[in-house]
């Protein structure tokens, strides 16, 4: 028998007996999937005649209708959901045509006493409405009464269509936002959705909210620039010397003014007049609003106490201050003044970020300084002092009062977060010892 020479195909040599195999092992495999198929149509045959049989059944007849009707009702609330948000848009944007100006306050700090600024300079000449949200979230209303906002849950960006809604039934001319976002993506929702502002402010740019807004200055300032309007006036403190701003500014079509702060120092001051001077107000009808405004709650303000002995001692409250670099600014005119500085220091559990920050870039500035630590955050606070700045003396109290035995001439700063402890002592402090200013 003579055996055939092996076919050559491309790279792969096979005789004609692989040949007869491979092609058996298709074709079995062709077969396979045929039967596979026939199976599955089979399958899907037997299922739907169950399905159909169940459904002749009562109860499965009730199960089906139930499930047909609640498709409907998601389809119908579905609907009216986004019926209802096309109206709110329009009466907002009814809303926001009827102002002269809208101005939206953002920065690290100071934004509601720039609220409270452009709020006396402007109702020199406009019918002013004004929200803030700072130590007490308040609204000036176009009378210039002042009333607590009232809130059935925590805070939500939403409240603002309810404010803005108010400032046109009072008939205002120019509306005062303050910022109260702190995520960048909810910043922009905020400033592209539900206010956009004609004017905007970023009173400045520091070290604060590092977990939602980014671990640097140029991160923070990325985050506060959503509030940039288009086709209007932003307007930075001088300190604001990042590129992020007259680049949004050059994207959206909008003017900037870079401000600087007035002869005192005062850089709220500075991008208050700036906005108020663009809204056709004298430099004398700025001043003369400076001259009526209403601080803040209890905002830096020095308190007499005194000791168990009944020695007097000051308290300085910079609370609200938040980022060591505000707080440091505050400070550093009354070190001279005392020869001591102690500290009481409002730790928050919801705020790690914040006590990280103080122990690394504030209290290395004072070594061997007291700090009493209070607060529901106590236990990381005080590992964190300890590993950054080991020089303090740190001492857990359980209540403020326990702070409260300074020898005369020491001054007694509280610094941290207004909220929880901090507001409970300075409530205490305002009824029953007055300021000394």
Same mark, same amino acid.
């Not at 055996?3 to 079995?28: K, W």
């Not at 739907?48 to 009730?62: D, I, K, M």
């Not at 020199?124 to 007490?136: E, H, I, L, P, S």
């Not at 980014?214 to 990042?242: F, H, S």
């Given at each position: 028998?003579?055996?055939?020479?092996?076919?050559?195909?491309?790279?792969?040599?096979?005789?004609?007996?692989?040949?007869?195999?491979?092609?058996?092992?298709?074709?079995?495999?062709? @077969?396979?999937?045929?039967?596979?198929?026939?199976?599955?149509?089979?399958?899907?045959?037997?299922?739907?005649?169950?399905?159909?049989?169940?459904?002749?059944?009562?109860?499965?007849?009730?199960?089906?209708?139930?499930?047909?009707?609640?498709?409907?009702?998601?389809?119908?609330?579905?609907?009216?959901?986004?019926?209802?948000?096309?109206?709110?848009?329009?009466?907002?944007?009814?809303?926001?045509?009827?102002?002269?100006?809208?101005?939206?306050?953002?920065?690290?700090?100071?934004?509601?006493?720039?609220?409270?600024?452009?709020?006396?300079?402007?109702?020199?000449?406009?019918?002013?409405?004004?929200?803030?949200?700072?130590?007490?979230?308040?609204?000036?209303?176009?009378?210039?009464?002042? @009333?607590?906002?009232?809130?059935?849950?925590?805070?939500?960006?939403?409240?603002?269509?309810?404010?803005?809604?108010?400032?046109?039934?009072?008939?205002?001319?120019?509306?005062?936002?303050?910022?109260?976002?702190?995520?960048?993506?909810?910043?922009?929702?905020?400033?592209?959705?539900?206010?956009?502002?004609?004017?905007?402010?970023?009173?400045?740019?520091?070290?604060?909210?590092?977990?939602?807004?980014?671990?640097?200055?140029?991160?923070?300032?990325?985050?506060?620039?959503?509030?940039?309007?288009?086709?209007?006036?932003?307007?930075?403190?001088? @300190?604001?010397?990042?590129?992020?701003?007259?680049?949004?500014?050059?994207?959206?079509?909008?003017?900037?003014?870079?401000?600087?702060?007035?002869?005192?120092?005062?850089?709220?001051?500075?991008?208050?007049?700036?906005?108020?001077?663009?809204?056709?107000?004298?430099?004398?009808?700025?001043?003369?609003?400076?001259?009526?405004?209403?601080?803040?709650?209890?905002?830096?303000?020095?308190?007499?106490?005194?000791?168990?002995?009944?020695?007097?001692?000051?308290?300085?409250?910079?609370?609200?201050?938040?980022?060591?670099?505000?707080?440091?600014?505050?400070?550093?005119?009354?070190?001279?003044?005392?020869?001591?500085?102690?500290?009481?220091?409002?730790?928050?559990?919801?705020?790690?970020?914040?006590?990280?920050?103080?122990?690394?870039?504030?209290?290395?500035?004072?070594?061997?300084?007291?700090?009493?630590?209070?607060?529901?955050?106590?236990?990381?606070?005080?590992?964190?002092?300890?590993?950054?700045?080991?020089?303090?003396?740190?001492?857990?109290?359980?209540?403020?009062?326990?702070?409260?035995?300074?020898?005369?001439?020491?001054?007694?700063?509280?610094?941290?977060?207004?909220?929880?402890?901090?507001?409970?002592?300075?409530?205490?402090?305002?009824? @029953?010892?007055?300021?000394?200013?």
């Amino acid at each position: 028998m003579i055996r055939r020479p092996p076919r050559r195909t491309g790279y792969i040599t096979i005789n004609a007996g692989e040949c007869r195999v491979l092609f058996a092992i298709s074709r079995a495999r062709r @077969e396979c999937r045929e039967l596979a198929h026939f199976f599955d149509e089979a399958s899907r045959q037997e299922a739907g005649e169950r399905r159909g049989a169940a459904l002749r059944t009562p109860l499965w007849r009730v199960v089906y209708f139930m499930r047909e009707v609640i498709r409907v009702y998601e389809i119908a609330a579905f609907a009216i959901l986004c019926g209802v948000l096309a109206l709110e848009k329009k009466s907002n944007d009814r809303a926001l045509a009827s102002f002269r100006a809208v101005i939206h306050v953002n920065g690290s700090r100071g934004k509601t006493s720039a609220c409270r600024l452009l709020d006396a300079a402007l109702r020199q000449r406009y019918r002013v409405f004004t929200k803030t949200t700072g130590t007490d979230a308040r609204t000036i209303n176009v009378a210039g009464l002042e @009333e607590p906002v009232r809130r059935r849950g925590p805070a939500n960006i939403l409240e603002q269509l309810r404010v803005i809604r108010r400032a046109r039934r009072e008939g205002a001319e120019i509306l005062i936002l303050e910022c109260m976002a702190v995520k960048p993506e909810l910043q922009l929702v905020c400033q592209r959705m539900i206010v956009r502002s004609t004017h905007s402010v970023v009173t400045n740019v520091r070290l604060d909210h590092v977990l939602e807004m980014g671990g640097t200055e140029a991160d923070i300032a990325e985050a506060l620039a959503a509030v940039t309007p288009r086709n209007g006036l932003l307007v930075t403190g001088e @300190e604001n010397d990042c590129a992020v701003f007259p680049a949004r500014c050059a994207q959206l079509g909008s003017r900037h003014i870079r401000c600087a702060p007035d002869p005192a120092g005062r850089e709220n001051h500075g991008v208050a007049r700036a906005v108020a001077r663009s809204l056709d107000l004298t430099d004398d009808e700025i001043e003369a609003g400076f001259a009526r405004v209403r601080r803040d709650f209890a905002a830096h303000r020095m308190y007499g106490m005194r000791n168990a002995a009944g020695q007097p001692f000051l308290f300085y409250n910079l609370f609200s201050a938040n980022d060591p670099e505000s707080t440091r600014r505050l400070l550093a005119p009354h070190r001279g003044d005392h020869p001591s500085i102690a500290f009481l220091y409002n730790s928050r559990e919801d705020r790690p970020d914040r006590s990280l920050l103080f122990a690394r870039q504030f209290f290395t500035g004072f070594p061997g300084a007291t700090v009493f630590l209070c607060g529901d955050g106590i236990p990381l606070a005080r590992r964190l002092f300890r590993r950054y700045a080991p020089s303090l003396r740190v001492l857990p109290v359980r209540s403020w009062r326990e702070a409260a035995g300074q020898t005369p001439g020491t001054l007694l700063a509280g610094v941290g977060n207004i909220k929880g402890v901090g507001y409970a002592m300075i409530e205490a402090l305002e009824t @029953e010892e007055p300021a000394d200013a």
